[in-house]
T-cell receptor, first 116, second 114 residues
Framework: AQSVAQPEDQVNVAEGNPLTVKCTYS??????LFWYVQYPNRGLQFLLK??????LVKGSYGFEAEFNKSQTSFHLKKPSALVSDSALYFC??????????????FGIGTKLQVIP | KAGVTQTPRYLIKTRGQQVTLSCSPI?????VSWYQQTPGQGLQFLFE???????NKGNFPGRFSGRQFSNSRSEMNVSTLELGDSALYLC?????????????FGEGSRLTVL
């Protein structure tokens, strides 16, 4: 069974500093990995994904994530945090052997607080 | 293109009642998934429909059911509501033909059970 762990409930970072939100996963075979962001009282918005290829993927709003197969991790990063980045971030994994099935497993979420 | 639309956005019910939530996917998307979001549990997968067929189901009791219509719109129903059913219910759509694409979420229906 596939699973995702986000070990930090909350991450605090000062505006302008680099940020990292951690994610580890468990899935058979090569995973499809995603990051989503949720602002208060809104649905989730897609940020970026890793399917194959370059381990460093770039996404929306200046975010990027690094896929590390040996550590089964997919950490979300941004070189310089903005106050507007404050939100709830979800890591997600899909089993590539699920065919077209859209069963995606999400982590519990990490609240990012960027301090002015 | 219009996004995923969920109705109603907010609703309050009492224990024992039932509720029906609606989701209109992005035009052309054939897959609709439903998730329950609670503060302590994160997003829990309920079920996924593709071309009117349920392809996947999460670990929820039979009180939770859904269906998809020929126009890809989907509904989920919760019968005999319990206090623990209070949550944000999120619908997500995708084209459905590939499992490498992202999900497109609606803004959710917030259910409060009293």
């Amino acid at each position: 069974a596939q699973s995702v762990a986000q070990p930090e409930d909350q991450v605090n970072v000062a505006e302008g500093n680099p940020l990292t939100v951690k994610c580890t996963y468990s899935v058979s075979g090569n995973p499809y990995l995603f990051w989503y962001v949720q602002y208060p009282n809104r649905g989730l918005q897609f940020l970026l994904k890793y399917i194959t290829g370059d381990n460093l993927v770039k996404g929306s709003y200046g975010f990027e994530a690094e896929f590390n197969k040996s550590q089964t991790s997919f950490h979300l990063k941004k070189p310089s945090a903005l106050v507007s980045d404050s939100a709830l971030y979800f890591c997600a994994v899909r089993d590539p052997n699920s065919g077209g099935y859209q069963k995606v497993t999400f982590g519990i979420g990490t609240k990012l607080q960027v301090i002015p | 293109k219009a996004g995923v639309t969920q109705t109603p956005r907010y609703l309050i019910k009492t224990r024992g009642q039932q509720v029906t939530l609606s989701c209109s996917p992005i035009s052309g998307h054939r897959s609709v998934s439903w998730y329950q979001q609670t503060p302590g549990q994160g997003l829990q997968f309920l079920f996924e429909y593709f071309s009117e067929t349920q392809r996947n189901k999460g670990n929820f009791p039979g009180r939770f059911s859904g269906r998809q219509f020929s126009n890809s719109r989907s509904e989920m129903n919760v019968s005999t509501l319990e206090l623990g059913d209070s949550a944000l219910y999120l619908c997500a759509s995708s084209p459905g033909a590939s499992n490498t694409g992202e999900l497109f979420f609606g803004e959710g229906s917030r259910l409060t059970v009293l």
